[in-house]
């Protein structure tokens, strides 16, 4: 038997943590730790695409139906998403709490008198006017001082109406760690994320939490201080040290037969230095890009078979069923077990979609 190569193993290693094997969608939350959200739909949101590989019978939408009883919170960690209260508590107070101001002051007071509010009705109640966003366009200042309010831990989303958010106000957030501990516990929390994850990269996320957490903090920072302990390990490969928690799972065995598409935001695609590095192309979220200038699609979705991101897809829900279009680096397999298991996963996400086609024979991905 042929001896696996370092990069191969690696691999592997990102493999075991980001899939699990499926459990509930509690179990599976608490394990993650932190999904990302985005709103985008296509042809589902990046959290119900992430959860549907690691939920058993997970279908679109089902976080957002079950949100309140799952005591979940949402929120800025390195990106915007949903986490558990234990972690939201982490992030809060932010440094920079200089608030409120006199507009978010009264936006607050209205949540707190009415319980529960919807955008809408904050804008029409208060009638602040239009301010730009963080996307450069106009939207009405209540919905900003809702987002701050939100982000400083003064407001938090009790629901969502139509994937709106719905705010209610909680007590003020208080100092449990000290600045160091809970900068640590959140670095270690993008290491599960996002393991093997590169020293640069773990590196300049602590940064970042650190300047919306607890400020800026004294070099070497909390990487160096984790790996001096023990927590964290390392291992070098081709030049480029990776980082995973001391107790992280070991190398999944090849899993023959297994294929997924991937959200773009998925954790064993997220970090695109790793991706270029473990699959040996570059893979970049074009959404945003404009249409002449895109190469893959505007949401390509990764295409994992057994342990290689190989290329692509891009699906859509059409009134005569899911239509996906894939894209290869290097030709499109031409095994029939490859065969099988599109035609599964496509039925899969069918029926994650709401579909009519019947889900996926036993064995296929979850």
């Not at 773009?264 to 890009?289: I, K, M, N, Q, S």
């Not at 505007?298 to 078979?305: D, E, N, V």
Request: proline share 9%; hydrophobic share 45%.
């Amino acid at each position: 038997m042929a001896r696996s190569t370092p990069l191969a193993l690696l691999r592997r290693h990102a493999l075991a943590a980001a899939f699990p094997r499926p459990a509930t969608l509690p179990a599976a939350l608490d394990a993650m730790g932190f999904v990302q959200a985005d709103p985008i739909r296509a042809p589902a949101r990046a959290q119900d695409l992430i959860l549907r590989h690691r939920v058993r019978g997970y279908r679109a939408g089902d976080l957002e139906r079950r949100y309140p009883r799952l005591g979940l919170e949402e929120g800025y960690l390195h990106v915007y998403g949903f986490m558990g209260r234990t972690l939201h508590d982490l992030l809060h107070p932010r440094w920079d709490a200089a608030l409120p101001d006199e507009a978010t002051a009264a936006v607050l007071a209205y949540v707190r008198a009415n319980g529960t509010a919807h955008p809408a009705d904050v804008a029409a109640a208060l009638a602040h006017g239009p301010t730009r966003n963080a996307w450069g366009s106009q939207s009405h200042a209540s919905t900003r001082a809702l987002d701050l309010l939100q982000h400083h831990g003064l407001l938090r989303v009790a629901t969502r109406r139509a994937g709106i958010r719905i705010y209610a106000a909680i007590d003020p957030p208080q100092d449990r760690l000290a600045p160091a501990a809970r900068l640590e516990a959140l670095t270690m929390q993008l290491a599960r994320l996002l393991a093997p994850v590169a020293q640069p990269t773990l590196t300049g996320l602590a940064a970042k939490v650190a300047r919306l957490t607890v400020g800026a903090q004294e070099r070497p920072g909390p990487v160096a201080g984790l790996l001096a302990k023990g927590v964290l390990e390392a291992i070098e490969i081709d030049g480029e040290r990776y980082l995973f928690p001391a107790d992280a799972p070991p190398p999944a065995r090849s899993q023959p037969g297994t294929l997924r598409f991937l959200a773009p935001f998925d954790p064993l695609v997220w970090c695109r230095r790793r991706f270029g590095h473990l699959w040996g192309w570059e893979y970049r979220f074009e959404a945003y890009t404009p249409a002449a200038k895109r190469v893959r699609g505007y949401y390509a979705l990764p295409l994992l078979w057994q342990d290689e991101v190989i290329g692509w897809v891009n699906a859509a829900r059409t009134r005569h069923g899911l239509d996906v279009q894939p894209g290869f680096i290097a030709g499109r397999p031409d095994s029939p077990a490859f065969a099988r298991a599109f035609d599964e996963e496509v039925a899969a996400m069918d029926a994650f979609l709401g579909g009519d086609t019947e889900p996926p024979s036993a064995g296929a991905p979850p």
